[in-house]
């Protein structure tokens, strides 16, 4: 039986402070375009577009549409050994759109899902080429890849791994991560200090021996953990790294593919493809949950052997592939064509980007990054209290100023929509501004 404010008691909510969310909860009870409805009457507005999902705008009609026509059509497919149409071909239109040579696809149900797929599909190649000695994973500090076991390990977000003591991977082991206020503080776009860092992994090659290393997982520009945009020439080094000792490059870009940085993927974006990628988030622009995980040919193929009628991956997930997730998909890709959205990020960044840097001169921000529709903002810390004056402007933006900012302890952080209006830029940042000045 539930105690204190009972409408609220049972849901125990993810990554939340949740006894302080439920002494005054923070309900929606719907969203049209960029506004999302409250309980009370408002409409208000959403600066992180979902949560770095629904970059279209939420229930956007076509996306509506077709997962309505698509429940009344087929609900379910069984997905081991059965296929629908559907699948298919949103396979073949996200790959029409990857850097060449990523043309298979395997579908997960989310960003979580999608990293640990990718890890495993890593571990299985190297085994089935006979280098099954290639076990250890690289992950970097500062990266997030998700919450189920793989990603949690390769990942380096400290309070996301304390809390669960040892029971992470054996052989993880992570890069330094590129934040560095003395080189890097208030940059636009990406810093032109700190591509050296790349050679870290030259020297975990060292210190494991490459042979043993699988695969080196990182987020193209990490977002959960700070937005922090690759150096330049940083990427490219890793890439160089990893061909010359064999290992496997994955790109995590659960936030960064579908026009985030306003290219269909950021590998793109950067010019540095890596062997696998994974996606969740805009590949249904959040409507219907799905990931996926895009693979090189050379990876699919070398799994491709042994007896015709075994299965070749021992792995695979009951909504792989669901066909309401696939319709959401679908519509989703052709509403980024149809509307040009990755051409309107790029015309829409620099917007952006003053917008954001405007809070620089702030006495309470100590540090502004940002890159493509991506931004972050530091708070310096109130004595004592970690993490108080994130919550206090995320909930005075919420109940005073109807906008939703998202907060990461002391770290704002925006994600506007891929088709987001220049003046409700600017009026979200002149917002958090009033804000800054309102709180202690
Ligand atoms: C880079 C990255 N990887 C993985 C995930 C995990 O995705 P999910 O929450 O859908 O499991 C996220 C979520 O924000 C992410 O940003």
Redesign the pocket.
């Known amino acids: 039986m539930n105690t204190g404010n009972s409408a609220v008691e049972s849901y125990w909510m993810p990554f939340t402070a949740n006894r302080d969310y439920k002494k005054k909860p923070r309900i929606i009870v719907g969203a049209e375009g960029h506004y999302y409805h409250t309980e009370d009457g408002r409409k208000i507005y959403d600066a992180f577009s979902g ?2 999902t629904c970059g279209l705008g939420h229930c956007h009609p076509k996306i509506v549409e077709a997962v309505q026509r698509q429940v009344e059509t087929l609900d379910y497919a069984m997905a081991f050994q059965m296929g629908h149409a559907k699948a298919f071909e949103l396979a073949d239109r996200v790959t029409d759109l990857a850097p060449d040579g990523l043309d298979k696809i395997f579908y997960t149900n ?6 640990d797929s990718a890890l495993k599909i890593a571990l299985a190649y190297h085994r089935a080429r006979g280098e099954g000695h290639r076990t250890r994973l690289i992950g970097r500090e500062r990266g ?4 189920n076991f793989g ?1 949690m390990s390769v990942g380096g977000m400290f309070p996301n791994r304390k809390m669960f003591g040892a029971s992470l991977l054996p052989s993880v082991d992570h890069l330094r991560h590129t934040f560095d206020l003395e080189h890097n503080a208030f940059t636009r776009g990406q810093p032109h200090w700190g591509a050296h860092l790349a050679e870290d992994l030259e020297r975990l090659a060292m210190l494991h021996d490459a042979s043993n290393i699988a695969a080196v997982i990182v ?1 193209p520009v990490p ?2 953990a700070g937005i922090l945009p690759p150096p330049v020439g940083y990427l490219e080094r890793l890439r160089e790294i990893c061909d010359q000792h064999g290992i496997l490059l994955i790109f ?1 870009e ?2 960064t593919a579908f026009g985030r940085l306003g290219a269909p993927f950021a590998a793109e974006r950067f010019g540095v493809t890596p062997d696998l990628i ?1 996606t ?2 805009g590949l249904t622009n959040g409507v219907v949950p799905m ?1 996926a995980v895009l693979v090189k040919d050379k990876i699919h193929d070398a799994l491709m052997t042994g007896p015709m009628q075994m299965i070749e991956l021992f792995h695979g997930y009951t909504y792989s592939g669901h066909p309401l997730a696939c319709a959401a998909g679908l519509a989703a890709l052709d509403i980024y064509e149809e509307e040009g959205t990755f051409a309107q990020v790029r015309e829409l960044e620099s917007h952006f980007e003053d917008a954001i840097h405007s809070l620089a001169d702030h006495p309470k921000v100590t540090d502004v990054r940002n890159f493509g529709m991506m931004g972050g903002v530091d708070l310096e810390s109130r004595p004592g209290e970690p993490g108080m004056r994130g919550l206090e402007v995320h909930k005075t933006c919420f109940w005073e100023e109807d906008i939703v900012v998202r907060h990461s302890a002391d770290m704002l952080q925006f994600s506007p929509f891929l088709n987001a209006r220049p003046e409700d830029i600017t009026m979200t940042f002149a917002k958090v501004r009033k804000v800054l000045d309102s709180i202690d």
């Not at 989310?110 to 990293?115: A, C, D, F, L, T």
């Not at 997030?144 to 919450?147: D, E, F, L, N, S």
């Open positions: 949560l770095w989310s960003g979580s899902e999608s990293v997030y890849h998700g919450v990603g987020e977002g959960s995590d659960v936030i994974t969740a988030k990931g």
